[in-house]
């Protein structure tokens, strides 16, 4: 059974290729930044799903996340950082935590790609709040 709307008592598949990957906005990151959303929030689960590729050198502006943001890494070496500490290096394979209204950035490290899944809480139909 086909639905175009996720529910609790049927299973949702979003297949692989239906969402057109795009060029991350220069207002939110710096060089080459792809941007392939996996899955919208929704009124159960309030959190969204994004494969978010970093060539080398790109990043994320300094924002927060209303409700806190998890990164997996999935390919490459990247850097995050937070507000007023240290740049911590991250690899595949790590899981970092954003918690809500942490000012943080994360990307790639400049001489490599890093490639990672955001899972990114919702609130108020907004994920992240972006600085200039």
Same mark, same amino acid.
């Given at each position: 059974?086909?639905?175009?709307?996720?529910?609790?008592?049927?299973?949702?598949?979003?297949?692989?290729?239906?969402?057109?990957?795009?060029?991350?906005?220069?207002?939110? !990151?710096?060089?080459?930044?792809?941007?392939?959303?996996?899955?919208?929030?929704?009124?159960?689960?309030?959190?969204?799903?994004?494969?978010?590729?970093?060539?080398?050198?790109?990043?994320?502006?300094?924002?927060?996340?209303?409700?806190?943001?998890?990164?997996?890494?999935?390919?490459?070496?990247?850097?995050?950082?937070?507000?007023?500490?240290?740049?911590?290096?991250?690899?595949?394979?790590?899981?970092?935590? !954003?918690?809500?209204?942490?000012?943080?950035?994360?990307?790639?490290?400049?001489? &490599? &790609?890093? &490639?990672?899944?955001?899972? &990114?809480?919702?609130?108020?139909?907004?994920?992240?709040?972006?600085?200039?």
């Amino acid at each position: 059974m086909k639905r175009c709307e996720e529910q609790d008592n049927f299973i949702t598949i979003i297949r692989n290729g239906s969402q057109e990957p795009f060029k991350g906005p220069e207002k939110w !990151f710096t060089r080459d930044v792809i941007v392939e959303n996996l899955f919208p929030e929704n009124n159960l689960f309030p959190y969204s799903g994004s494969l978010v590729k970093f060539q080398p050198g790109a990043r994320t502006a300094w924002h927060t996340h209303p409700i806190g943001q998890r990164l997996i890494i999935t390919k490459g070496v990247g850097w995050v950082q937070q507000w007023g500490e240290p740049i911590e290096e991250v690899r595949e394979g790590d899981v970092v935590w !954003f918690p809500a209204g942490v000012k943080h950035w994360h990307g790639a490290t400049p001489t &490599s &790609s890093m &490639s990672h899944i955001a899972l &990114s809480g919702v609130y108020e139909s907004q994920a992240a709040v972006w600085m200039g």
